[in-house]
């Protein structure tokens, strides 16, 4: 037996609940500033602006690549029937919804004008979806 | 009696399928949202301009008071070219003489670039924007 006392155990400090916590905050800056986004739209060169707020990536989306194919919320739709295709989309949304147009910056004006005019046709709001850029400044 | 059946159960609050399905949740939005700065453009009056028809004549409405034809890194007002940088000082000028709105017309050289630049640059100044674009059969 020895004579010096046993010292008392230490509790183990337990950091599960810290590294939740820092999860959880992670989870919630996704949730709260990410837009879920198809393949597709992000691969899309999308055009820029400076001095425009804030966004999310807004729905309904319709997708014009670069070679004039149009997708609305990921399901490929025809220039013949896009303007059929806007209605339906815009009566499954809330009175007073925009289209929102994502095109690739480098396509034509006149076939993205084309395409804007359709799209359109119906009198529905439309909204282009462009990227912020911070303009480099004048040296 | 048994002693068994008279005790307690502890009860143990268990954290890792917690954990678990947090990570996933995280890894889940880390790997599928998008956290570009999307702004978002609003797209004004679009006219079609039919064969015969002048650019300078929208179907309703006030007349424009200037007409641009935009390339691609310019607009051109006439005779005098502006580069787009310069447009939205340009803009503002002519806002001092009265001028209020414009309608944009897309050569063969622009791009959806040249069209969201120049849309910007007017919008800042509060002009209003009509955009003309060449339907079928028009020259």
Same mark, same amino acid.
């Given at each position: 037996m020895s004579i010096i006392p046993a010292q008392p155990r230490r509790p183990r400090p337990d950091f599960t609940l810290n590294i939740i916590n820092v999860v959880f905050l992670l989870l919630l800056f996704y949730l709260v500033t990410g837009s879920l986004a198809k393949q597709a739209e992000i691969e899309a060169d999308v055009p820029v602006t400076a001095n425009l707020p804030l966004e999310r990536l807004p729905r309904p989306l319709l997708l014009v690549t670069a070679a004039g194919e149009l997708f609305i919320d990921g399901q490929p739709v025809s220039r013949a029937?896009?303007? =059929? =295709?806007?209605?339906?989309?815009? =009566?499954r949304h809330e009175d007073g919804a925009f289209l929102n147009i994502l095109a690739d910056r480098s396509m034509p004006a006149s076939l993205f004008l084309d395409i804007v005019a359709r799209a359109g046709a119906g009198g529905a709001p439309l909204r282009l979806?462009?990227?912020?850029?911070?303009?480099e400044p004048a040296k | 009696m048994s002693a068994s059946i008279h005790r307690r159960r502890r @009860?143990?609050?268990?954290?890792?399928?917690?954990?678990?399905?947090?990570?996933?949740l995280l890894i889940f939005f880390m790997l599928s949202s998008q956290i570009a700065p999307?702004?978002?453009? !609003?797209?004004? %009056?679009?006219?079609? /301009?039919? &064969?015969?028809? +002048?650019?300078?004549?929208?179907?309703?409405?006030?007349? !424009?008071? +200037?007409?641009? %034809? @935009?390339?691609?890194?310019? *607009?051109?007002?006439?005779e005098e070219r502006i580069p787009i940088p310069d447009l939205a000082a340009t803009a503002e000028r002519l806002r001092g003489e009265g001028i209020?709105?414009? @309608?944009?017309?897309?050569?063969? &050289?622009? /791009? *959806? /670039?040249? +069209? @969201?630049? *120049?849309?910007?640059?007017?919008? %800042?100044?509060?002009?209003a924007v009509t955009m003309l674009h060449a339907q079928a059969g028009a020259p």
């Open positions: 029937n896009l303007d =059929a =295709a806007v209605r339906e989309v815009l =009566a979806v462009t990227l912020r850029q911070r303009l | @009860v143990v609050f268990v954290l890792t399928p917690l954990i678990d399905v947090i990570f996933l999307y702004s978002l453009l !609003p797209i004004g %009056r679009i006219v079609g /301009q039919a &064969a015969g028809d +002048m650019p300078s004549a929208p179907a309703e409405g006030t007349l !424009p008071s +200037m007409t641009l %034809r @935009v390339a691609h890194g310019f *607009v051109a007002a006439g209020s709105s414009y @309608v944009l017309i897309a050569s063969s &050289a622009a /791009q *959806v /670039q040249d +069209m @969201v630049s *120049v849309m910007e640059a007017l919008g %800042r100044s509060e002009a």
